[in-house]
C-alpha cells in the first residue's frame, strides 16, 4: 500500500519554515513522501534535514525593502501597520502558491502554518484533502491573558474580551486568503468572509508548536488544539569553525544579537551601531553577517557569522539579545542562558514579555529604541549574573518537552488508516 503523501506549506520565516522542514524530515526518514513548499531562500535547509523542497521564488529579499519603507517603519511603532505590511507580501506569494498547490495529489494530507490556511482548506474543498494546523505563538482565541498575543489589552465585562480575542482570531488568519486567493479564483471555489475561514478550519487538528512554559496551557482553546511543544530540529555534532572558534576562545563568552528575518534591513550600520554598544558595554558580541558587511571577525569586539544553529550556539555564549521571533525564542528559552528581546513587530513583543515574566531577562526594549547606549545596557544584563540561574531552571522545563515527537504522534494518528 502506498503511503499517503504529506504536504507541508511553510509560508513565512525561518521560524515558520524549519518546524515544517524537520517533520517533513521525520516522514521521510520513515518511509512516507513528504514535501515542504516554501520560498527559495529556505530550499538549502529544508533539504538538510532530508525533506523535499518545492520553491515558490525568493521572498525574504522582499521582507527586508518592506521593512526599511515607510510602512515597515510604521509597523514598528504601531500594530495597526504590520497586518498590511503582511498582507501585502502574502499577497505577492498567491500565483506562485497557486502553481504549486496544482501539483499537490488528491487525498493528501495538508500541514499548513496560519498565513496559508485558507490555502489549505482550499485544497480540502477542491482534491479531498485533508489538513491540520501548525501554530508557532499565542493567536488562538482565549481569555487567558498570558496566553494570547495581545493579553494585556483584555480589560472589559467578559463578552468584550471574548469578542476581541475571536476578532483577533479571525483577523490573523484572514490575512491568509491573500496567499490562496488565485488558488481559489483558479478552481473556482468560494472565498470565505474572515469568520467563515476559522469556523471552517477550525474543524480540523491544530497544534500548537510552543512550549508550555512560554505559553501557558488555556482552557478556553479550541477543542481540536493540542500543545505539542516547540518542534526544533535533533542535536547535531556541531563545532564552531573558524574565525568563530578563536573568537569564543578569548576572554570571557560574549553575546549573541541577532535580527532573525529583520537582521538584513540594518545592513552595515547596524554593524557599526553593534561596535558601539559592546564597546559600551565591555562586552563582546556574535552577530549574523548583514549584506555588505564582513564575515568573520570584524575587530576585538565583533565577530559575524553564517548560518548556524542557534540551539547549539547560544549555549556557548554569555547570553542572547534578539528580535522574539518564535524559533528564535525557542532556541534561546531552551539555551539556559539569559536572554532579552529587542521586539520590531508580529508576535515579537509577546515574546520580549513572556520572558520578561518567566525571569529569563530584563524587559524588552522595541527595536525603533535601541540606540548604542540602550543595547549596551542590555548587553550588560544578559550577560550578569541577575538572571543566570533562572534562565537554567527555565531551560529544565523546556527541554523536559519533546514537540518534535509529540508534533510526530499526531501526525501518525492522522497517517495511519481507520
Not at 360 to 372: D, K, Q, S, Y
Not at 375 to 398: K, N, P
Request: aromatic share 6%; hydrophobic share 45%.
Amino acid at each position: 500500500m502506498t503511503p499517503q503523501p504529506v504536504t507541508f506549506l511553510a509560508i513565512g520565516s525561518r521560524g515558520d519554515v524549519e518546524p515544517m522542514a524537520v517533520l517533513a524530515g521525520v516522514l521521510v526518514a520513515q518511509g512516507r513522501p513528504a514535501t515542504v513548499i516554501a520560498v527559495d531562500d529556505y530550499a538549502a535547509l529544508v533539504r538538510s534535514h532530508g525533506a523535499a523542497f518545492r520553491g515558490i521564488g525568493p521572498a525574504m529579499d522582499e521582507v527586508a525593502r518592506l521593512g526599511g519603507s515607510w510602512l515597515g517603519r510604521l509597523a514598528y511603532r504601531t500594530p495597526l501597520a504590520q497586518p498590511v505590511l503582511l498582507g501585502r507580501w502574502l499577497a505577492g506569494l498567491a500565483a506562485p502558491l497557486a502553481s504549486a498547490l496544482d501539483e499537490v495529489a488528491a487525498g493528501s494530507l495538508v500541514v499548513t502554518g496560519v498565513a496559508s490556511r485558507d490555502a489549505a482548506l482550499a485544497l480540502v474543498e477542491d482534491r479531498g484533502c485533508r489538513m491540520a494546523t501548525v501554530l508557532h505563538t499565542a493567536i488562538l482565541p482565549t481569555l487567558s491573558p498570558a496566553s494570547q498575543l495581545e493579553g494585556y489589552r483584555l480589560w472589559g465585562p467578559r463578552w468584550a474580551r471574548r469578542r476581541f480575542v475571536d476578532w483577533y482570531w479571525h483577523t490573523v488568519q484572514g490575512l491568509s486568503r491573500n496567499t490562496g486567493r488565485v488558488f481559489r479564483r483558479r478552481a473556482g471555489l468560494r472565498r470565505y468572509r474572515a469568520s467563515g475561514l476559522a469556523a471552517a478550519a477550525d474543524r480540523f487538528p491544530i497544534w500548537l508548536a510552543a512550549d508550555p512554559v512560554l505559553i501557558p496551557p488555556a482552557s478556553d482553546w479550541p477543542a481540536t488544539c493540542v500543545q505539542t511543544g516547540a518542534i526544533r530540529p535533533a542535536s547535531a555534532e556541531w563545532t564552531p569553525s573558524e574565525p568563530l572558534r578563536s573568537f569564543l576562545d578569548v576572554g570571557e563568552p560574549p553575546v549573541y544579537v541577532g535580527l532573525g528575518s529583520f537582521n538584513d534591513a540594518g545592513g552595515v550600520r547596524w554593524l557599526e551601531l553593534l561596535g558601539k554598544a559592546a564597546r559600551l558595554a565591555g562586552r563582546r558580541i556574535v552577530a549574523p553577517v548583514v549584506p555588505g558587511g564582513p564575515l568573520g571577525v570584524v575587530d576585538e569586539w565583533l565577530c559575524t557569522v553564517g548560518a548556524v544553529p542557534h540551539d547549539a550556539l547560544l549555549p556557548l555564549l554569555a547570553g542572547s539579545v534578539h528580535h522574539g521571533g518564535a524559533g528564535t525564542t525557542a532556541a534561546a528559552l531552551r539555551a539556559g542562558v539569559p536572554s532579552v528581546c529587542v521586539p520590531a513587530a508580529f508576535d515579537q513583543p509577546y515574546h520580549g514579555r513572556r520572558l520578561a515574566e518567566l525571569g529569563v531577562g530584563p524587559e524588552a526594549v522595541p527595536l525603533h529604541r535601541i540606540t548604542p547606549e540602550r543595547l549596551a545596557e542590555l548587553l550588560t544584563a544578559v550577560a550578569g549574573d541577575s538572571y543566570r540561574a533562572r534562565a537554567s531552571e527555565v531551560a529544565r522545563i523546556a527541554r523536559g518537552v519533546d514537540g518534535t515527537a509529540a508534533a510526530i504522534a499526531e501526525l501518525d494518528r492522522l497517517l495511519t488508516p481507520g
